[in-house]
């Protein structure tokens, strides 16, 4: 039975949402699947992947081939280089402890670009939150500035007016 490592959609029209599923290559692609290996959500940014490594490890291992998005997030959550790293601790290229290592130093390295990539799209929307609240400042005061000379005008006047009227 040739397996594959796709996505399922669910979610709403225009609000997609994805599982992660390892299915036979003949199901539908919303159809029966053999194990649900994580989710994906495009929907917030950045992208949220939940993903169990070890499980998307031993279906590659069996054999499973995923798609080309598939790939790309099996890649993006570590399963591929580890899928890799378990082939040299096979061959005896490494030792378990070794490609463990290698492993985490590379998922602490991920965690920092991610890190990263979240406090800059925080540091954007407030530079932007805050050049928008001094664009409506200014407007505000040019509204102010606006009003005023005619206010001053329309007072006097009313004081002129109130003072013959007695």
């Known amino acids: 039975m040739p397996v594959k490592i796709r996505l399922q959609r669910h979610g ?20 029966r699947f053999l194990e649900k290996l994580g989710t994906y959500n495009p929907n917030t940014n950045p992208a949220t992947i939940n993903l169990d490594v070890d ?44 490609a463990e290592a290698k492993f985490t130093a590379w998922l602490e390295e991920k965690a920092s670009k991610v890190a990263g990539k979240v406090d800059g799209l925080a540091k954007a929307k407030e530079d932007a ?7 409506e400042k200014a407007v505000n005061e040019a509204r102010i500035a606006a009003k005023a000379p005619v206010v001053d005008s329309e007072d006097a006047a009313t004081e002129e007016g109130g003072d013959s009227e007695e």
């Open 12 to 31: 709403k029209k225009g609000k997609p949402f994805y599982w992660v599923v390892a299915a036979d290559s003949r199901a539908k692609r919303d159809g």
């Open 55 to 98: 499980a998307s490890v031993k279906w590659l291992e069996n054999g499973a081939q995923p798609t080309d998005t598939a790939r790309a997030l099996l890649s993006y959550k570590g399963a591929l280089l580890k899928h890799h790293l378990a082939g040299g601790v096979r061959k005896g290229a490494l030792t378990e402890e070794q």
């Open 129 to 135: 939150k805050a050049k928008a609240l001094e664009a």
